[in-house]
Structures are given as structure tokens and as C-alpha cells.
């Protein structure tokens, strides 16, 4: 249950919030925006998150305090997603508070969406229903966490009117989506190309291991490479067997984390796109 307490200790806004209700077999946490829950055969009754499953001590607040989730509108359609495709996504989100529309996963149509205005990933997905919604970064973080615990490889999603459930084998969170209209992520992927290459992903994640190094060493939060017949960092040269025409430069931790399958680009302003299967990539380049 460590996902569902965590959910509890970690609200500071009010008390209530820093406990766990369990009710008719059913424990769960809220900070109301989301909530969790799974089954319990504790007795009914209201408990400090800090002390759940170990000395189960009741809360002196009155139950009728907390705040329980609404029930779900009609609903609207699921999907499954693997965990793996869906952290994959979740890499691009956005933490800006000026465009919060960013701050989670767009799923629509047959595609989910994540983009920080730097990078975009896009998964395409065979099968299911999906409405145009924006679910926040916290709710995916918390979903994510209760597919590890519950060593679960797919995550069961329902869509509703005003909510998103996600569903393993023991657990249920159930969030509140955010209200905004995400950008037309279709005009920033490009549709045609003047150079392609096909990248060997080992290849490739062994020398960007070797520049993130160096950017440790040269105390560089942002490290960047040049990319051509090598991959290019502070005054380190590493070859690659895939060359590109043209040099180009990438912040490494984008591309280490996007670089498998195949490239496609233009020239060293323009966004390039990365395909592997039902993913893909946009990255902006960098000035050299």
C-alpha cells in the first residue's frame, strides 16, 4: 500500500488529507484532485497515514471530514497501455506554471501526447477509445508508482466525462483532468525530410554515456553534442557508424532518451523526427 499512503503523508495542505479512510473493505487517499484506492480488511475508520499497516492508529478527526471523490460521470471509452510505452511519454511532459496545458499527458484519438515545447513524444496505439483529455503529471507519477508495486507490465485506463480511472490488479486511482486546450501538436512534426539515417541504439547510447561524463566532469547541466559522422563533446570525439551529411547539434539527455530507429531531418535549424515502431520523437536542435 506504500503508493496509496505515500499519496497521504506527502499533502501538507490540511490534516485530513494526511490520513487514510477505510470503509466497507475499501482503503483509499485523496489530495482532492486525485484519489486512490484498494481493498483492506482493517476495521471502518479514519487513520494516520504515518502509522497505516504498522500500529494502525485512529485519527481523531471526525470521518465525516474527508473529503470523498465524486462518482464517475458516463463513461467514455478505455485503453490499455503498457507501463513502458507510457513512462516513455511521460518524459516530455512540462512542470511550467505560465502553460499548464503542458503539465500532463494529451490523449487523443488514437495517440498520446506529451511535449515541454524542447522535445514531443507521440504514441500511436492500436485499439480503444480515447477522448481528447489532459491528464496531470502527478496523476501519471502515481499511476506509474502503483504499476511497480503491483509488478503489473499494463495499466487498464477509463475515460469519463471529468475523470480518468487507471486500474491494476490491486489498486485504483481515480483524477481529475485539466482544463485547456493543448497545442495542435500535428504542425510541429515534420512531413518531409532531406536526410535519413537509421540508427544502431547501442551504438549510439554508448556515446552519449561517454559526454554525459564528460558534462559531469565539466560541471555542465545541459550537455550538448554535435552530431555528424561522430558525436562531438568537449573536445571528445566519438564515432558512430550511421553518418549524417550535415552537422547538428542536440541536448544529449534528449537524444539518449529518443535515440533508436530512425532519423529524419533537414538542416541544423529545423526539427528532426526520431520513428521506433508506434513512437515517435520531434527535437529541436541546438545552435552550435
Not at 127 to 144: D, R, W
Not at 162 to 191: A, M, N, S, W
Request: include cysteine; charge should be positive.
Amino acid at each position: 500500500m506504500k503508493t496509496l499512503i505515500k499519496l497521504a503523508k506527502t499533502n501538507k495542505k490540511l490534516p485530513i488529507l494526511q490520513t487514510i479512510l477505510v470503509k466497507n473493505g475499501t482503503a483509499q487517499s485523496t489530495d482532492m484532485d486525485m484519489a486512490i484506492f484498494t481493498t483492506c480488511n482493517m476495521p471502518d475508520g479514519l487513520y494516520h497515514a504515518e502509522t497505516f499497516t504498522t500500529l494502525n492508529l485512529p485519527s481523531p478527526l471526525p470521518i465525516t471530514d474527508f473529503p470523498v471523490m465524486p462518482e464517475v460521470e458516463k463513461f467514455a471509452g478505455a485503453i490499455d497501455v503498457s507501463v513502458d510505452d507510457l513512462a516513455w511519454v511521460f518524459e516530455a511532459t512540462s512542470y511550467e506554471a505560465m502553460r499548464f496545458y503542458l503539465n500532463g499527458i494529451f490523449f487523443t484519438g488514437s495517440a498520446l501526447v506529451a511535449t515541454d515545447g524542447h522535445r514531443l513524444n507521440k504514441l500511436s496505439i492500436n485499439g480503444g477509445t480515447i477522448p481528447s483529455v489532459i491528464v496531470p503529471n502527478q496523476a501519471i507519477e502515481y499511476a506509474l508508482a502503483m504499476a511497480k508495486e503491483d509488478k503489473q507490465k499494463t495499466l487498464a485506463i477509463n475515460f469519463y466525462a471529468k475523470h480518468v480511472t487507471f486500474h491494476t490488479r490491486k489498486f485504483t486511482l481515480q483524477t481529475k483532468l485539466i482544463y485547456g486546450t493543448y497545442p495542435d501538436y500535428e504542425r510541429v512534426i515534420p512531413k518531409s525530410f532531406q536526410h535519413t539515417a537509421k540508427w544502431n541504439n547501442d551504438d549510439i547510447q554508448a556515446c552519449i554515456k561517454n559526454v554525459k561524463a564528460l558534462a559531469k566532469l565539466n560541471s555542465v547541466k545541459t550537455p550538448v553534442v554535435a552530431l555528424n559522422s561522430h558525436i562531438k563533446a568537449y573536445g571528445q570525439s566519438f564515432p558512430i557508424s550511421n553518418p549524417l551529411p550535415i552537422e547538428i547539434g542536440f541536448n544529449a539527455i534528449y537524444l539518449a532518451d529518443a535515440m533508436s530507429g530512425t532519423l529524419q531531418l533537414n538542416d541544423p535549424t529545423s526539427p528532426c523526427l526520431i520513428t521506433n515502431g508506434n513512437r515517435q520523437t520531434v527535437l529541436m536542435p541546438i545552435r552550435l
